[in-house]
């Protein structure tokens, strides 16, 4: 066997072929390497971090949708242009295994050193590194974990391993592969004819197969590389993605924000069921003397109600901890002087009647229209008569219709829909979500930064814009409207998706 030399290496193969059929419906649309974790796409993760290890060439064997692949390339190598990236594709996807699609590459590397990784898996750029500076072959492995999906290692008494496999138990596993390799030279033929032969005689399988098979004699250079203590990743079902979200999330500490704004129904709680972990959050963020504020754009209640509700279910709440898109309704009358009519409940008008302001004015300078659970027509005549008069046309906020455990009804926004249909007058002005003025006041009475605070919600379209147009942190759960499919279309990005608001624990 050729002795191993620590030459740096320079090339490195991504198998990122596969389907992904357990991730549907997020890769519906999209192979599973192109999924994004974090900040990227996992392919992405990986080629970045080869970069960084000075790796100046990946070969990408894509199959399943590979012009998005090819596309993510590209878009990778315009960023990066020390890497040469070629993509290779597996036409029979769909009918091989990783081994066939690393067979595809053997011109590029077959008798080279190379590193070899699954373009499923997210690790951190120090993974890279030490697969490519080092000498000999390994196998990078966490000895800090035993993961029943993943390949499992067993060491020699020459501290090599002897045998690699996802059929090993706790008791005899030393280590769990995390699906990257370093090959030597030497290996790399041998690994290379080792598959040809298994496809010859119509015995394809996994490459890991391959591996463990030339690993059998013992007279082999292939040792563990211990990356226990780094981030990594293999994402296979939801359970994997939703870890490797919480992994790889760039969110700062929130204990060490001044402000974090929650969203309620959808977020802290259903209906009238506080989901789990919810009181645990908002107490450990309130004793880090962080200040809570809770959200909602609804505006048939108001903050006592709300206050109210968030106590009876283990948050203790004072009005001033209530926002609602009726404050900036009441700010905007206030300061404009002006007189309105206003389609809303009798808790929406009589909280803009504390304030001082008309809420039936005959000839109002405007027309406010909110979430009236209370609509008559009588209301919908008047208000469109006094827009077709001249009258400002006001919308408490622009949600289209409200969750409810039997169902979304109709919302603020589709009520203003129905008077702009009359009137054939668009709303002069929408408050609340996603409209950032809605915790200007809250900033700037405190001297608060967007960097000084993050809003957390279960809806991209109203929270995590907000956010976005803010400038602040995001966090989506997923316990209300928004779902992993619609965060991976959407072209807002949350600094963290979470299962629950229970995940934020990990951030505290």
Known sequence: MTAAVSTPIGTAVVLAAGVGSRLRPVTADQPKPCVTIGSRPIL??????????????VVVVAGYLADDVRELCSAVAAERPELEITVIE???????NNMYSLSLAREAVDGEAFCLSNGDVVFDPRVAAELATGSGSAIACDTDTYDEESMKLTLDSRNR?????????????????IDAYRFSADFSTRLFEEIEERLAADTGDWTEVAIDALLAPGDHDVEPLDIAGARWVEVDDFDDLHRADRVFSPLSALREKGAVFFDLDGTLYLGDDLLSGADGVVGSLREAGVDVYFLSNNSSGWKTAYAEKLGSLGIPADEADIVLSTDGVIEYLDEQAASAYVVG???????????????????????????????????????????????????????????????PIPDCGSIGAFVAAATGEEPDRV???????????????????????????????????????????????????????????????????????????DFL
């Open 44 to 57: 992405a993760h990986q080629l970045h971090a080869y970069a960084d290890a000075g790796i100046v060439e």
């Open 161 to 177: 391993v002897e045998h690699l496999s996802k059929d090993v138990d706790a008791a005899e596993a030393d280590a769990t592969s």
């Open 345 to 407: 409940t009798r808790a929406m008008r009589g909280a803009m009647t504390d304030a001082g302001l008309t809420v039936e004015a005959d000839e109002p300078d405007a027309v406010v229209v909110g979430f009236d659970t209370e609509l008559t027509y009588e209301k919908a005549r008047r208000a469109s008569l006094a827009i077709q008069d001249g009258a400002e046309f006001l919308l408490a906020h622009p949600d289209m219709v409200c969750p409810t455990p039997d169902g």
């Open 90 to 96: 597996n036409e029979d996807y769909d009918t091989t």
């Open 431 to 505: 408050f609340g979500k996603p409209d950032p003025r809605m915790l200007d006041h809250v900033l700037d009475d405190h001297d608060l930064s967007p960097a000084d605070v993050a809003v957390v919600g279960d809806r991209l379209g109203t929270e995590i814009r907000l956010a976005e147009r803010l400038g602040c942190e995001s966090v989506c759960v997923l316990t209300g409207d928004a779902t992993r499919e619609a965060v991976e279309t959407s072209p807002l990005a949350p600094t963290l998706v979470a299962e629950s608001v229970a995940d934020l624990d």
